[in-house]
């Protein structure tokens, strides 16, 4: 069981350049998410998904979109990295419900230079 | 508005010492979830414990302890007999609906 798969593990990238974060779940999760984590302020909610087709922003959106078509499947796309948006990000995914656990990937560590 | 609040940024401690990570969260909110969640030097996040709004009753298990006060907001963390792969750090999170509020987390160390 891989649970959450987060690709690539490591990213450099150049101010204004796009990339995608791949997530990819196997556990048949409605819910799925994106956080990022910088030093000092824990991890922050990007955006969400409660099932394919449906997306919500968190609590730090701007710069960033999600689309959901699959139930395994939420890429983050960046479409013009900024040096702001140098983090770890992590991926989650749990049963939809609250207080459900809630399950990370390993985090990608992006730099924008 | 939804906050988690860990003051300690950094403990340091020898081991076998007992310590406690503090967590203090607000919600207007009746019902909600609070967790521990663990992140050791390689970076994965750990899910260490989940409890709901209504229930106060501490929690045990092995070396960790946690007490949940309603009356104070508070969820803290407890580690009896600290070892050193202990050291790592910790995050207090709040479960409102379809979000999650982190804690910037404190940072544990362990020192032989």
């Known amino acids: 069981n891989a649970g959450v798969t987060q690709t690539p593990k490591f990213q450099v990238l150049k101010t204004g350049q796009s990339m995608t974060l791949q997530c990819a779940q196997d556990?048949?999760?409605?819910?799925m998410s994106w956080y990022r984590q910088d030093p000092g302020m824990g991890l922050r909610l990007i955006h969400y998904?409660?099932?394919?087709?449906?997306?919500d922003q968190g609590e730090v959106p701007n710069g960033y979109n999600v689309s959901r078509s699959t139930t395994e499947d939420f890429p983050l796309r960046l479409l013009s990295a900024a040096p702001s948006q140098t983090s770890v990000y992590f991926c989650a995914s749990r049963v939809t419900g609250e207080g459900n656990t809630i399950y990370f990937g390993e985090g990608s560590w992006l730099t924008v230079v | 508005a939804q906050k988690v609040t860990q003051a300690q940024t950094e403990i340091s401690v020898v081991e076998k010492e007992d310590v406690t990570l503090d967590c203090v969260y607000e919600t207007r909110d009746t019902t909600y979830y609070l967790f521990w969640y663990k992140q050791p030097p390689s970076g994965e996040l750990v899910f260490l414990i989940r409890r709901n709004s209504f229930d106060e009753q501490n929690e045990i298990s092995g070396r960790y302890s946690w007490n949940f006060q309603k009356s104070t907001s508070s969820f803290n963390f407890t580690i009896t007999a600290s070892q050193v792969v202990d050291s790592a750090v910790y995050f207090c999170?709040?479960?409102?609906?379809?979000?999650?509020?982190f804690g910037s987390g404190t940072k544990l160390n362990v020192k032989p």
């Open positions: 998904s409660v099932g394919a087709g449906i997306t």
């Open positions: 999170a709040l479960d409102n609906f379809n979000k999650f509020y």
């Open positions: 556990m048949n999760h409605e819910y």
